[in-house]
């Protein structure tokens, strides 16, 4: 059989097979990968309950806060995904995932951040680092315009956002803002952090009233106090939140995939606007509602073993207490 003119048939059949490697190589380096998500983290299960109080220092999150370390939101390296801004807004020079304002350093905007579960409750702890803390001085039960640090958590909680395809670690803006359809379990919960009434406040985005579960005092859910270099949020949500994307109350399980995203907003007065800056886990900032850009986070069974009573390593987001 003729194969290549002036090469054996074993030599052809080596140069033919080295032809299809190189051919595959190339293939796999073109492919289009999903948008959908830089970060991954898991979320353990934890058998003694958070106490929210914004210290962060109950054992499973003594006992966690090593898996978390390399989960920091910060503006330089965010290396996951490249962006075309649809705008020419700041990007931080670099067209990374800041995509809103301007983030100087570390000590302007950086954030750590972890999670554990129960059959209750999952659980969620920040440690921001922020240089000028800016209060919110707004209503706690209808929003109002006011410029404040804030942190948001977006859920994709059926993980069933369609899949955008791009090239690997760049992504379209524009493209995902309309071509990411948000579903009714899409929900993302916008918390005014510090606040003149102690407490934080948390808005359903989209909604003018506050979260009347999350947010209310009485309920102990959100906790957060000023450090010597920004600040310190707790937060728990009840699983029954989600009950109607279900029709009954959300039952977390061992291997559960919700989309998932943190978003850190720094209302800083020295910049004009948009004033400050805003930073994201795992996606750009500009679509960080967008379920098709978020991050996963798996639901593990494998629990948070307990740790001798103690206090958060002072290292943690270089955060001083």
Known sequence: MFLFKGLSTSKAFLFFGFTLLIVAVLMLSA????????????????N????????????SWLAVQADFANQTIIANPQDWYQIKPKSKANTNDGGLRVTRGRVDNDADLKGVWMTVW?????????????????????????????????????????????????????????????????????????????????????????????????????NKHVAAKKTATGYIFEMRIPWSIFTPFYGAK??????MVMGFDVSLVDSDPTYAAPVGGAMAWSSDF????????????TIVALEAPVASQGKLASTWGDIKR
């Open 31 to 46: 492919v289009p990968v999903m948008s959908y998500s830089g970060g991954k983290a898991n979320c353990k299960k934890t």
């Open 48 to 59: 003694v309950p958070i106490k929210i109080d914004g210290d962060l220092n109950d054992p």
């Open 118 to 218: 129960d059959s209750d409750y999952i659980y969620f702890g920040f440690a921001v680092s922020d240089d000028v803390v800016v209060e919110y001085q707004g209503t706690y039960d209808v929003k109002s315009v006011s410029d404040t640090d804030s942190v948001v958590v977006i859920f994709d909680t059926k993980h069933d956002a369609p899949v955008i395809n791009f090239p690997a670690k760049q992504f379209d803006t524009g493209v995902c803002a309309d071509q990411s359809l948000n579903m009714p379990d899409d929900v993302y919960y916008y918390t005014t952090v510090i606040t003149s009434r102690g407490t934080p406040v948390v808005w359903s985005v989209g909604v003018v009233n506050a979260e009347p579960v999350i947010s209310d005092p009485a």
């Open 250 to 255: 959300l039952v977390p399980t061992s291997g």
């Open 286 to 297: 500009e679509n960080d509602n967008s379920p098709a850009v978020l991050g996963e986070l």
